[in-house]
């Protein structure tokens, strides 16, 4: 249930973002914003979305990043936070606080799963072997583009949503 997710992904995030080894993404690479960024964004997410509904088997992995790319420029549209405002500063934190909170999180969701029953069981065709828990470790990948789509999800449903900036503040 994504009321128990976001949260968890959100709360871990922050606290991730508190942590020293954190700051030194403040000052990356700059992404430079163009005027052909976002529309590339928007296409290349819809076509992930297609390539994924038509040739599932083959293309699952890209169900998750093709969100992002479709959700990514319409909170730049809609004038809602959005990662390249980060990324053309070169502060890559909150990429890098919600990626690797969403992998303790993932970590920690893998292992009650294991024990339980029911349970998730996956079926990842390439991808099936080296198996953490139940997930093959190439899934815990999938956690990653998870974050990001939470981001983008959260920014884009509620305006008034806190800036991941302000957690760094406290």
Known sequence: ?????MP??????ELVGTFKWVERFTFGPRVR???????????????????TLVWPKYFYPFVWMSLVL??????????????MEY??????RPIVSLSVGALICG????????????KWIYHTPGAQFLEV??????GYGGY??????????RNLLWRAAPRVEESWRR
Request: aromatic letters at 24%; zero cysteines; hydrophobic letters at 60%.
């Open 133 to 138: 828990f139940e997930m093959p470790l190439l």
């Open 144 to 153: 990653v583009p998870f974050a990001l789509e939470l981001f983008v999800l």
């Open 70 to 83: 479709i959700l990514e420029p319409l909170n730049f549209w809609l004038g809602r936070e959005h990662f």
């Open 33 to 51: 914003e163009t005027a052909a960024l976002e529309p590339g964004f928007f296409l290349a997410g819809a076509g992930m979305l297609l390539l």
């Open 107 to 118: 970590f920690f969701w893998e292992m009650w799963n294991y024990y339980s029953w029911p």
């Open 87 to 92: 990324l053309e500063r070169g502060d890559w």
């Open 1 to 5: 249930s994504f009321s128990t997710v």
């Open 8 to 13: 968890a992904v959100f709360e871990t995030a």
